[in-house]
T-cell receptor, first 109, second 114 residues
Framework: GIQVEQSPPDLILQEGANSTLRCNFS?????LQWFHQNPWGQLINLFY???GTKQNGRLSATTVATERYSLLYISSSQTTDSGVYFC???????????FGKGTHLIIQP | SAVISQKPSRDICQRGTSLTIQCQVD?????MFWYRQQPGQSLTLIAT?????????ESGFVIDKFPISRPNLTFSTLTVSNMSPEDSSIYLC???????????FGSGTRLTVV
């Protein structure tokens, strides 16, 4: 199956800082999503981005499908950005998602 | 995107008992997916549930332990059977909505087995 690697595994930043999270995947995919899991366990879909670039407020994401990686950018971090960020992919429409191990982000005031 | 209602949100259960988790979607969907998230870990796919056919289980998960029902296109249940403390996890259901703009997840069921 498809392998998903995320880096860094942990990241501690001060409020206001910017960050870049990376997701590498081992095979071609037709779906790639970034999720944020908040401290209460809720999984929130940030981006559906199998290719190209998208932006939503302080967050943006880029996927370079030919090179099998995706990046999530967080600018002007806030304490509410804390939590775990997951990258997940699937190779076909009938497949479930394969998740990376996540990046645990802590934003300190 | 589809809206998913998952129940219960949390439960504490005795070992050896079973718990059934319900997932209700506000629109008809072909496939529903069940995931497990063990403490401090990532999400792992348990099975794919299609209406009118047997669920398809991933390696390491068996029907006797995690029976799944899919009676119609908006509803599914996952049962965690003969529970042990190792089954303590968050269980989540997921669907792909119309037009395929990605997968949507329910709010999860936080299960503790004592």
């Amino acid at each position: 199956g498809i392998q998903v690697e995320q880096s860094p595994p942990d990241l501690i930043l001060q409020e206001g800082a910017n960050s870049t999270l990376r997701c590498n995947f081992s095979d071609s995919v037709n779906n790639l999503q970034w999720f944020h899991q908040n401290p209460w366990g809720q999984l929130i879909n940030l981006f559906y981005i199998p290719s190209g670039t998208k932006q939503n407020g302080r967050l943006s994401a880029t996927t370079v499908a030919t090179e099998r990686y995706s990046l999530l950018y967080i600018s002007s971090s806030q304490t509410t950005d804390s939590g775990v960020y997951f990258c997940a992919v699937s190779g076909g429409g009938a497949d479930g998602l394969t998740f990376g191990k996540g990046t645990h982000l802590i934003i300190q005031p | 995107s589809a809206v998913i209602s998952q129940k219960p949100s949390r439960d504490i259960c005795q070992r050896g008992t079973s718990l059934t988790i319900q997932c209700q979607v506000d629109s008809q969907v072909t496939m529903m997916f069940w995931y497990r998230q063990q403490p401090g870990q990532s999400l792992t796919l348990i099975a794919t549930a299609n209406q009118g056919s047997e669920a398809t289980y991933e390696s390491g998960f068996v029907i006797d332990k995690f029976p799944i029902s899919r009676p119609n296109l908006t509803f599914s249940t996952l049962t965690v059977s003969n529970m042990s403390p190792e089954d303590s996890s968050i269980y989540l259901c997921s669907v792909v909505g119309q037009g395929f703009y990605g997968y949507t997840f329910g709010s999860g069921t936080r299960l503790t087995v004592v």
